[in-house]
């Protein structure tokens, strides 16, 4: 099992790959949503992630999450 950042995923590649949270506000975060130039910095580190997988790729989301009295319910556009 290799835990991994996104940022220290580049170049790199493995079998099954999860990307776990993707909830609008999370992925992307709720402060990329205030430039495109932002958004797209998001959307490529979401290619990044999606590209580390030879075979397997799982995006995965809760139902919900809470974090500074802020709820988090909608699947990522990225999704």
Avoid: D, N
Wanted: charged fraction near 20%; proline fraction near 5%; hydrophobic fraction near 40%.
């Amino acid at each position: 099992l290799t835990l991994s950042t996104i940022h220290s995923a580049k170049g790199l590649e493995w079998y099954a790959v999860f990307v776990p949270h993707l909830l609008e506000g999370l992925f992307p975060s709720a402060r990329s949503l205030k430039s495109i130039e932002y958004l797209e910095e998001e959307r490529r580190l979401f290619y990044v992630a999606c590209s580390r997988a030879k075979q397997e790729l799982y995006l995965t989301l809760p139902a919900y999450f809470s974090q500074w009295g802020y709820y988090y319910t909608m699947p990522s556009r990225f999704i």
